[in-house]
């Protein structure tokens, strides 16, 4: 399978917005946010449109719309993974949720002695190490090394972790509605959004296969992404998703289990809510073993824009990246486990949602 990688530069600012509507004619001062990096939903469309358009498709030209890229539930031939942060060319992934901050100084959770709850008889997460006020590490950032020493059941150093604010500025903007056939601004919709400025060394890189090998594709172009138009550069090379993740650590059974992680790299899109709390609870599918504990951060919802009718696509609840389950299985499904690294499980996976990275844990012995 022939790969590319597609490298977005943002140019100026961006805007992705969040699940959260604007809201017209409503007192006070509110802004909607967006989202970064944003979710696939966004990507694939301007990669399928920037291939549309070297074919020859032009807007509103359903006709000539190649069925090599699909339609609008569908990618064609085409399969994609990511999207993946770059700071300095390094890829930088969402610090798993496996970890608590306070004050720069990290814990791990691990499964705890099984307790009765709302959830039934479960072994909750519990810090190794008492850290008192830590928190979930949002908008934390981890290197390749930082994602290696995590999933191999250590803290990652210090070099190795970036805060959102180092990597991405936010910037209030505030627009007005203009009425075309006037140019002339509409009363009462005046609105707040926050932009994002990307650092001059952060890009997004998409991978994509199943380009026909005849097409010749550009190597560098142009191209509106996201609100307002806003520009994007993109560099087209060939590159091979599997280099972006670290290798799968060692994993070995003690007294006939295997004990390991499974986290979240991409968003996991499972389908239906009662899809969602299901994976919450017993973890993506097709994982070997049984699901003995979970570190799940809120559930996030991804939209997207349908071009074909010019309208925004419906929410879809989404786990996000850096969510973890704890697994225990037999040893002789270490081979199978080690496979499952940097796969995508569940729906959309064609699109690169659900990819998981599989680490290790040890259970702790009571002295």
């Known amino acids: 399978m022939n790969w590319q990688q597609w490298t977005f530069s943002i140019l100026d600012t961006c805007f992705f917005r969040e699940a959260l509507p604007f809201n017209a004619g409503e007192g006070g001062y509110t802004a909607t946010k967006g989202i970064f990096p944003p979710a696939m939903t966004t990507l694939q469309g301007a990669v399928r449109t920037a291939l549309a358009l070297e074919r020859g498709w ?9 069925k090599e890229l699909g339609g609008p539930d569908d990618l064609g031939e085409l399969e994609l993974r990511g999207p993946y942060l770059l700071f300095e060319d390094q890829p930088y992934f969402p610090m798993p949720l496996i970890l608590l901050e306070k004050s720069g100084h ?11 709850c709302d959830l039934g008889c479960v072994r909750l997460p519990v810090p190794e190490r008492r850290l008192e006020g830590a928190k979930l590490p949002e908008g934390y950032y981890l290197s390749r090394d930082g994602l290696c020493a995590v999933l191999d059941g250590v803290i990652p150093s210090t070099e190795d972790i970036k805060k959102a604010e ?45 380009i026909p090998s005849d097409w010749q594709v550009a190597g560098r172009r142009v191209v509106p992404l996201g609100g307002e ?7 087209i090379t060939p590159a091979e998703p599997a280099g972006i993740l670290p290798s799968v650590p060692l994993i070995c059974g003690e007294d006939g289990k295997l004990r390991f992680t499974v986290t979240l790299v991409t968003p996991g899109w499972y389908g239906k809510p009662q ?21 799940i951060g809120k559930v996030q919802q991804v939209g997207g824009w349908d071009l074909a009718n010019q309208q925004p696509r419906p929410l879809m609840p989404v786990l ?11 040893a002789t499904d270490a081979g199978q486990v080690a496979r499952l690294h ?13 990819q998981i990275a599989i680490g290790r844990w040890e259970e702790k012995k009571n002295e």
């Open 342 to 354: 940097g796969q995508c499980l569940g729906f959309r996976a064609a699109y690169g949602f659900g």
């Open 229 to 235: 138009g806003r520009l994007a550069a993109i560099e």
């Open 166 to 210: 180092e990597l991405w500025a936010e910037e209030v903007r505030v627009g007005i509605e203009r009425q075309d056939s006037t140019r002339t601004a509409l009363e009462g919709h005046l609105y707040n959004c926050v932009h994002v400025r990307p650092a001059a060394n952060v890009k997004l890189v998409v991978f994509v296969s199943g």
């Open 58 to 66: 032009r807007p509103g030209e359903v006709a000539l719309w190649p």
């Open 275 to 295: 899809d969602v709390q299901r994976v919450i609870r017993e973890g993506p599918p097709g994982i070997p073993g049984r699901c003995v504990s979970a570190c």
């Open 320 to 330: 996000p990246p850096g969510s973890t389950w704890f697994y225990e299985a037999g």
């Open 106 to 116: 990290f814990t791990r959770l691990t499964p705890g002695e099984p307790v009765t």
